[in-house]
């Protein structure tokens, strides 16, 4: 088979802690939300785990008092915290306006520039190919996050920018329209998971129905997330996991 169809032989086996691992997310906490217990698994396993963020997150709000500039400052820190849960070694902000990203070939460039410095062997971000996906952000990112990978592997692309081309090993797309690679989500990695996603309290009414206002909402909250990481495993025939379109760069 030739290699440009080698994303075909993705499997549903678990993969190794890699050595270096990059995500690429639209808005603080998407990472979280899509490969949270695996990325903090293969954290405690050794793997140099760096989270982008390409959005400053100031519309996250449904407070229309909010004051944009303040809640990006707080999406800042909260990103920070729950790197630190995840064990994240570097979190880097590339502060665009939210709500306002395209998919571009400057957007393109500068992740391709962060896989170069990095050198990730695996790369997650959005799957921007997901049907009924209608947040813009999230497909672009997803977008600009496959061509960069493209970009990053070509030495006559990356020829001037002081870097050296890098091709990741595989490239995982989470909230996947087509998922056929699973993580396994024990409950000591999911429980991780949750309190990752904790941190992001200005998020809590937005996309944690409350989970982060009273215990009573934060058991319905985990009860759901639990739900769904069974739910996710079981459309691959497994137990509870992260699952993902593998394709391999």
């Excluded at 050296?164 to 998971?193: G, I, M, Q, Y």
């Excluded at 769904?228 to 699952?243: A, C, I, K, Y």
Aim: one cysteine or more; aromatic letters at 6%.
């Amino acid at each position: 088979m030739s290699n440009i169809h080698a994303e075909l032989r993705a499997t549903r086996d678990r993969l190794p802690a890699p050595d270096r691992v990059l995500t690429v997310g639209a808005h603080p906490d998407d990472a979280e939300f899509g490969a949270g217990a695996t990325i903090a698994r293969w954290a405690s396993e050794g793997a140099e785990l760096v989270m982008c963020i390409v959005t400053d997150g100031s519309r996250g709000s449904w407070d229309p008092d909010e004051d944009p500039d303040a809640l990006a400052a707080r999406r800042i820190a909260e990103q920070e915290a729950a790197g630190a849960v995840l064990g994240a070694r570097h979190i880097v902000h590339l502060g665009l306006p939210d709500g306002e990203l395209e998919s571009s070939v400057e957007l393109r460039n500068e992740i391709a520039r962060q896989i170069c410095i990095f050198s990730p062997d695996i790369v997650l971000s959005h799957d921007p190919w997901q049907r009924y996906q209608l947040h813009p952000d999230h497909r672009a990112t997803g977008l600009a996050t496959a061509d960069a990978v493209v970009r990053a592997r070509e030495p006559l692309a990356m020829r001037g920018s002081g870097l050296d081309a890098h091709r990741p090993s595989t490239f995982l797309l989470w909230s996947a329209d087509e998922p056929d690679h699973a993580e396994p989500v024990d409950e000591a990695w999911f429980a991780r998971k949750v309190e990752a996603l904790l941190c992001h309290a200005s998020q809590s009414s937005t996309t944690m129905s409350g989970a982060a206002e009273g215990v009573d909402q934060r058991e319905a909250f985990t009860t759901r997330l639990w739900a769904w990481q069974f739910e996710q495993g079981s459309d691959l025939g497994v137990g509870p996991s992260e699952t993902f379109k593998r394709l391999t760069p």
